[in-house]
């Protein structure tokens, strides 16, 4: 991230596969995550519908603050702990969307704001696998009649 105040930033976990046709230059930003350099997330959006991937923007928000002045460092801490509350979450890339540097008697904080995002080549962001379609079981004869 070149500057901290940058907004739009896109995040991308290491080893997501990403479409063929799509040229992304990125730098190392925390151990597992990498920051888009060349594009910016409306580029990277149109560069992925283009292949006919899918590049899903995931509900809900998430905000960290964390103590420190307008620098790269306070940002990786930052994004470190907005990563940190989506423990669990399945998502593979995690957009920068608002980053706001401000005192509080005379102490520097910041700020950040981001949203989870997805990407990947199917329509359906759950996987067709796990998806099972629950029908009630019919009568056989064999067995009590089950009314629904």
Known sequence: MPEANQTRAVFI?????????????SDAFLPGWRVVKNLDRQALTR??????W??????????AIVLG???????????KCVL????????????I?????????GFPFMTVVAHSRHIQ?????????????RTPATSS????????
């Open 47 to 52: 560069e992925i519908e283009s292949a006919n």
């Open 97 to 105: 969307t608002k980053v706001v540097s401000k005192r509080f008697l």
């Open 13 to 25: 976990r290491e080893d997501t596969p990403l479409p063929t046709t799509l040229s992304v230059e």
């Open 69 to 79: 002045r307008d620098r790269l460092g306070t940002v990786r801490r930052a994004v």
């Open 121 to 133: 080549k199917d329509i359906g962001l759950v996987p067709a696998k796990d998806f099972v379609l």
């Open 84 to 95: 940190a509350k989506q423990e669990g979450r399945k998502f593979n890339s995690l957009e």
């Open 54 to 63: 899918n590049f899903f923007y995931l509900a809900g928000e998430t905000k």
């Open 141 to 148: 004869g064999d067995g009590p009649d089950l009314k629904f």
